[in-house]
């Protein structure tokens, strides 16, 4: 939702018509990444703090320096903050700005997959072990050789094989890897770079992920999201085109990539029969939350599918203070995914 919008929100009327309540309010959160191991929800968030810095579009107010994770019984037992887990002090190749991380786990390793700027400024991801899903982890001394932009996304899928889905617009840096190296100039332009609305949009990456998960086996591919004629998404497709958060998961042997439109504040996501895509653009799982950032993960839990996303409802629509919250998805028979209003007004 615009930050324009904000002061017209009256915030209890709003909280009290959520359709969830923030998971926790010791700190703030975002961007959750949930797993299920071992029976158990674990969340992986942005851990959001107020650095002082101003709101600009190239994201510099998010100047988080490390991450908890958060772990649940059960969808409806309480969370729990689990403290910190990892601190940009604690690696080597990190400068700053530790945005959205996401997990996994394999023969009984687990992995955080972060982005964080390197002290060139450009983003990189990193990659951080521990023997328990709530760490503390270890990062490994580089980023992940080739990788660049944001929002990494883990999926494992049913061979057992692992990709990485990520990238990120404006401060996420994506449009500046257009021509295959990072073009440095106009540093202080979020949107130079940018196809012009008649082109096609830019698109996000998949790389399959090494045996031990720490660098990528492949050099990273585009994933293409097509419309229902088999054409790109164009770059003035605003509502539609993939701007953040990427996520996959598999539902009855089909794969779903979904991820946010960014300045349109959109969840939305594409269907397709590989782990590599097309995905052909399906709909929306969820309507702008209060906040400019929209962000999410779709995770099984007890048979039922949840959306884990976030919104700025308890800081009372300040951006960069958000809170992980939860809601239950459903599945209409041709496999496409009801739209989630985060408020019922
Ligand atoms: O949390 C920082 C950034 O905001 C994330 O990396 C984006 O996806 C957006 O949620």
């Known amino acids: 939702m615009p ?6 929100i009256n915030f209890d009327e709003l909280n009290k018509n959520a359709i969830s309540q923030p998971l926790i309010s010791n700190i703030y959160t975002a961007d959750p990444s949930a797993h299920v191991f071992n029976g158990k929800i674990y969340i992986y968030p942005s851990h959001d703090v107020d650095a002082g810095e101003a709101f600009d579009d190239l994201g510099s107010h998010f100047a988080m320096e490390d991450y908890h994770v958060i772990s649940m019984d059960s969808i409806d037992s309480e969370a729990v903050d689990n403290g910190v887990a990892l601190h940009v002090d604690d690696v080597a190749w990190a400068k700053e700005q530790m945005w959205a991380p996401d997990a996994n786990e394999k023969d009984g390793t687990y992995y955080l997959f972060f982005p964080a700027k390197a002290h060139d400024g450009i983003f990189r991801i990193g990659v951080a072990t521990s023997n ?5 982890f270890k990062a490994q001394p580089e980023a992940i050789k080739g990788s660049f932009s944001i929002d990494p996304a883990v999926f494992k899928d049913d061979d057992g094989s692992y990709y990485m889905y990520f990238g990120g617009l404006w401060g996420g840096q994506l449009q500046r890897w257009r021509d295959g190296e990072y073009n440095a100039s106009q540093p202080d332009s979020p949107t130079a770079f940018i196809p012009e609305e008649h082109e096609a949009a830019l698109l996000p990456y998949v790389a399959k992920m090494t045996d031990d998960l720490l660098e990528f086996e492949e050099k990273p591919k585009a994933i293409e999201i097509i419309d229902e004629n088999g054409d790109l998404l164009l770059a ?4 539609r085109r993939f701007f953040e958060a990427a996520w996959l998961h598999k539902y009855k042997d089909k794969y779903y990539f979904s991820y946010s439109t960014g300045d ?3 969840i939305c996501y594409g269907i397709g029969d590989n782990p590599y895509g097309p995905f052909t653009y399906s709909g929306r799982i969820l309507n702008p939350v209060v906040g400019w950032t929209s962000h999410h993960s779709i995770c099984e839990v007890d048979g039922k599918w949840y959306l884990f996303y976030h919104d700025s409802s308890l800081s009372k629509g300040v951006t960069h203070l958000r809170s992980v919250k939860v809601a239950e998805i459903k599945y209409r028979a041709d496999g496409t995914i009801e739209t989630l209003d985060p408020y019922i007004l």
């Open 264 to 266: 349109t504040h959109f």
């Open 3 to 8: 930050e324009e919008s904000i002061e017209n």
């Open 132 to 136: 328990s899903p709530i760490g503390p």
């Open 236 to 239: 003035g497709d605003n509502d």
